[in-house]
């Protein structure tokens, strides 16, 4: 099983719409990492989270980190099509290890 | 399967050498990444290679870095005259042709003394 998991796997959300992507870990996670990528394109930063109970916001997309630093959520408002992509969160596991989720394909339909 | 290997897998270098980083995609994937993570910073984008065309360098820092794939195998990132500043985890992912899933390695922790 992942370390981290993410949920849902996929997502199609009308244009307009709001949506939320979660990241869950069964370890407390130091340093969560939310990335885009499009097909064709290298992993895009987006945030980064340290701190239990920390939000973030960077245009329509804001991710927050529980109080307890075990899970993360993405929320995108009023969602349009440059928003589509994969959402992928990413975490330090140690020192040397960088773990990732298994990603979120976020589709806009029309 | 086997999945993305990359070597080493800890590196200690001196500034001003030159190092050379490897990974080993899966078989077959022919889309090949290259990213740096340095501590307390999310991932870079270094450099991206698609089959035999040209590759996408626009990561790169500096001219410091460079690197090469043949075909779809092997690539090697190679940093010459290191800093410092280049201490950081370096991370290869790859793909298969029609998605964009990417397969991470494990990593090589650069620490440039």
């Known amino acids: 099983s992942q370390e981290l998991e993410q949920s849902p796997q996929s997502l199609i959300v009308q244009e307009g719409k709001n949506l939320t992507i979660n990241c869950t870990s069964s370890?407390?996670?130091?340093?969560l990492y939310w990335y885009k990528q499009k097909y064709g394109e290298g992993l895009i930063f987006l945030m980064m989270?340290?701190?239990?109970?920390e939000e973030k916001s960077h245009e329509k997309i804001t991710a927050k980190l529980d109080e307890k630093k075990q899970q993360s959520s993405l929320h995108i408002t009023a969602s349009q099509p440059s928003h589509a992509g994969i959402y992928l969160c990413g975490a330090d596991r140690s020192a040397s290890k960088i773990i990732f989720g298994s990603g979120t394909r976020l589709s806009i339909r029309p | 399967g086997a999945g993305v290997s990359q070597s080493p897998s800890n590196k200690v270098t001196e500034k001003g050498k030159d190092v050379e980083l490897r990974c080993d995609p899966i078989s077959g994937h022919t889309a090949l990444y290259w990213y740096r993570q340095r501590l307390g910073q999310g991932l870079e984008f270094l450099i991206y290679?698609?089959?035999?065309?040209?590759?996408?360098k626009s990561g790169l820092p500096s001219d410091r870095f460079s690197a090469e794939r043949t075909g779809e195998s092997v690539s090697t990132l190679t940093i010459q005259r290191t800093q410092q500043e280049d201490s950081a985890v370096y991370l290869c992912?790859?793909?298969?042709?029609?998605?964009?899933?990417?397969?991470f390695g494990p990593g090589t922790r650069l620490t440039v003394l």
């Open positions: 290679f698609q089959g035999n065309s040209a590759p996408d």
């Open positions: 989270l340290q701190k239990g109970g």
């Open positions: 992912a790859s793909s298969p042709v029609g998605t964009d899933t990417q397969y």
């Open positions: 370890k407390t996670l130091y340093g």
